[in-house]
């Protein structure tokens, strides 16, 4: 390819809507163009990427037996009504209406046509396992899109879906997904954790996220240095205290604390470490008649160390608030505790609650909590002497950095990743609803087992930039590369020999099956270097007049600090050496 013939439309600044890196610098590389929120242009430089992650994609999923296909964007309401995601999921799921008033959705996700697929085309036990796939442009109606194509509205993404007798078979099938994609996450050349993800409210263990590790990353990924552990924090469990509670030490006080309603401020005014101050958080559930009204609430008290986090997917496998809850109000947190919140306690209630202490708090002694009165706190507080032991002990707190490993093989530490992939065992979630059934070797009908596996193609491209980046721009990984080698000749428009030496390097390199760019625009070489540097070219060979009278072209790789010299007549062996390895 010679860059004349291409589109290069690089820019000195990034606009002023770009908050993260990615964006700021697929913008100034030319990778693609904003048309409206959330919705992106890709242009021919940052389309090359997109192209190379989907041959990656195809080629390992096509080897671990998945069949493509290709679903449409626009579907009908008819099979979302069937799940009841029609009505389940929100404006994120765009409606429309065709010109007979008729109901479609443009696509986020394809469960409910692969599944018609499937209860019409896979009848027998003899047609399973069966995995369809498709690479396919979704939309979902974003609230806020932003950072670019990393939080779009309009994106690409493959999805695949698996198909299986029963649930050994299923999990059989999602093993090979999950290898699968080790495979694709390895060949991109990219620093990325497989961690264990929590799976709903469909249950069980089989959930796994991938994550590009960024230090801009909007997951916390949990992870063991010592061993092979990792989740991600909705997942990562909180192991109880080693060791008993202590004995009571302290009576129990009611103190002025005029003004302090955080455990931080109560903890700094007491002079006390926050770790001995414990938190209230006030939820509730609802019962509800056929007419979607509430008839009765329950209200519920968590108590929390004062420095750990409530992790509401934790708290909502609790039993009582695992069919669903929300956080009270400030009336029914007045009706039960006489006032509102930041005074809160477990003492002295003015109507009863269920009380669940996290783990941590299970078993602390002499604490501190809100007194339930406006200005005051309660010190020295004891389990059994002070307050009956809780209705419930769980864990209910996001993991911090330091904390034990569940494995029981060190310490947990935390860094920050971008999801690019999702596998995921759905079990009968949508076979049963849409009665997606085969018949079994005794001719009766079985519901199908299902697994649903996603990859983000256009987000990877974001992640990766993330993950590699400098002051100068972009370095891509040689897999995802727009172009792998570029080829620079200074002054190839005023010196016939640089212009002959730098064509028949680029004619060698393609002729070698290299993905090369020859760049015959005649631009000065600041600027030439600067456009490859910006865009991340992870190769770069310089052509000049005083090189080829030494005999020499000048090699540098993307992250090295200086130039090295390569004989003319090895430049293109030389080259394609670099690039195998």
């Given at each position: 390819m010679k860059a004349s013939q291409f589109l290069i439309s690089t820019l000195k600044e990034a606009p002023a809507d770009a908050e993260v890196v990615s964006h700021q610098l697929m913008m100034r590389a030319g990778m693609v163009k904003k048309l409206g929120a959330g919705i992106y242009s890709w242009m021919p430089m940052g389309l090359?990427?997109?192209?190379?992650?989907?041959?990656?994609?195809?080629?390992?999923?096509n080897r671990a037996g998945a069949v493509e296909m290709l679903m449409p964007v626009i579907q009908p309401a008819e099979v979302w009504q069937e799940t009841g995601r029609w009505s389940k999921m929100g404006p994120e799921l765009m409606?429309?209406?065709?010109?007979?008033?008729?109901?479609?959705?443009?696509?986020?996700?394809?469960?409910?046509?692969?599944?018609?697929?499937?209860?019409?085309?896979?009848?027998?036990?003899?047609q399973l396992p069966r995995n369809l796939y498709h690479i396919q442009t979704k939309f979902r109606d974003e609230r806020r899109p932003r950072f670019g194509v990393m939080r779009s509205r309009e994106f690409i993404m493959k999805d695949a879906y698996s198909f299986d007798r029963d649930p050994a078979s299923a999990k059989a099938s999602y093993a090979t997904m999950a290898k699968a994609y080790r495979a694709i996450f390895d060949r991109f050349g990219l620093r990325y954790r497989a961690v264990a993800a929590d799976s709903g409210a469909i249950g069980g263990d089989l959930s796994e996220e991938f994550q590009v590790i960024a230090a801009t990353g909007e997951d916390a990924i949990i992870y063991c240095p010592d061993s092979d552990y990792a989740a991600n924090i909705e997942k990562a469990e909180a192991l109880a205290p080693q060791g008993s509670r202590p004995a009571a030490t302290q009576p129990m006080q009611k103190v002025p604390t005029p003004g302090k309603s955080t455990c931080a401020d109560v903890a700094q005014l007491l002079g006390i470490p926050l770790q001995r101050t414990v938190k209230s958080l006030v939820l509730a559930t609802d019962q509800l008649n056929e007419a979607g009204e509430i008839v009765k609430s329950q209200l519920w008290l968590l108590l929390l160390r004062g420095d750990h986090d409530m992790n509401e997917i934790k708290v909502g496998k609790v039993p009582g608030l695992d069919a669903g809850f929300r956080f009270a109000t400030n009336a029914e947190i007045v009706d039960h505790f006489g006032t509102p919140p930041g005074y809160l306690g477990p003492i002295g209630l003015k109507k009863p609650l269920n009380v669940v202490a996290d783990r941590e708090v299970a078993v602390m002694a002499d604490w501190v909590c809100g007194a339930n009165e406006e200005g005051f706190h309660t010190t020295g507080v004891n389990w059994g002497r002070d307050l009956p032991e809780p209705f419930a002990v769980a864990d209910l707190r996001n993991v911090v950095e330091g904390d034990l490993s569940p494995d029981g093989k060190g310490k947990l530490a935390i860094e920050r990743g971008i999801e690019v992939g999702h596998v995921f065992y759905l079990g009968t979630k949508y076979s049963k609803p849409m009665n997606a059934t085969f018949l079994d070797e005794s001719g009766k009908p079985q519901l199908m087992e299902m697994g649903c596996y996603g990859i983000g193609i256009t987000r990877l491209p974001a992640a990766a930039i993330e993950q590699n980046n400098d002051d100068r721009g972009i370095i891509w990984p040689d897999a995802i590369a727009p172009f792998t080698i570029a080829v620079c000749p200074i002054g190839m428009d005023r010196s016939a020999e640089v212009k002959a030496a730098a064509e028949k390097l680029h004619d060698d390199l393609v002729a070698a099956g290299v993905d090369v760019i020859l760049d015959d625009r005649g631009e000065r070489p600041g600027a030439m270097f600067a456009d490859w540097e910006l865009i991340g070219v992870p190769h770069r060979i310089v052509v000049s007049d005083r090189g080829l009278k030494e005999g020499q072209l000048e090699y540098q790789h993307r992250r090295d600090a200086a130039a090295t010299k390569v004989p003319v007549a090895e430049a293109s062996a030389f080259l394609r050496g670099r690039v195998q390895a």
């Open positions: 090359r990427v997109v192209r190379k992650i989907e041959a990656i994609v195809r080629e390992e999923m409606r429309v209406k065709d010109r007979h008033d008729r109901d479609y959705i443009v696509q986020p996700t394809s469960e409910e046509v692969v599944t018609d697929v499937a209860r019409q085309e896979l009848r027998s036990y003899k």
